[in-house]
């Protein structure tokens, strides 16, 4: 049992090197059109083919854009519960996949971005 114990004690220095040089480094900006060209633009974008765009069309006919981007009704926190949670055919993203600051970036993009004034 020692041993195990000054195995892990041999680790925390490690861990504790690493979680300094984390903090030491400056924060990136992150680009919400990158995400969304990374993520969402595959199946948002206008055009046949665009499963989002299409369920979008099914879902809200003529009454709201099918074509993501043109939306006017989205505010950043409703694209997060979506790609967090997920929504009809589109499936929730992962932390692991779409960060919590590329995702705050990414809301801010698709509601900011494309609001006509």
Same mark, same amino acid.
């Given at each position: 049992?020692?041993?195990?114990?000054?195995?892990?004690?041999? *680790?925390?220095?490690?861990?504790?090197?690493?979680?300094?040089?984390?903090?030491?480094?400056?924060?990136?900006?992150?680009?919400?059109?990158?995400?969304?060209?990374?993520?969402?633009?595959?199946?948002?974008?206008a055009g046949r083919g665009n499963p989002g765009t299409e369920s979008l069309k099914v879902k809200y006919g003529d009454r709201?854009?099918?074509? *993501?981007?043109?939306?006017?009704? *989205?505010? &950043? &926190?409703?694209?997060?519960?979506?790609?967090?949670?997920?929504?009809?055919?589109?499936?929730?993203?992962?932390?692991?996949?779409?960060?919590?600051?590329?995702? &705050?970036? *990414?809301g801010d993009y698709v509601a900011k971005k494309h609001v006509?004034?």
């Amino acid at each position: 049992m020692k041993r195990a114990n000054v195995r892990f004690l041999a *680790l925390v220095p490690a861990f504790v090197w690493i979680a300094a040089a984390a903090a030491a480094e400056p924060a990136q900006t992150v680009s919400g059109e990158a995400v969304y060209q990374r993520w969402c633009s595959h199946c948002h974008s206008a055009g046949r083919g665009n499963p989002g765009t299409e369920s979008l069309k099914v879902k809200y006919g003529d009454r709201l854009p099918s074509v *993501l981007l043109e939306r006017t009704d *989205l505010d &950043a &926190a409703a694209v997060k519960l979506f790609v967090r949670q997920g929504v009809l055919s589109m499936p929730p993203f992962r932390k692991t996949e779409i960060t919590d600051v590329e995702l &705050a970036a *990414l809301g801010d993009y698709v509601a900011k971005k494309h609001v006509k004034p």
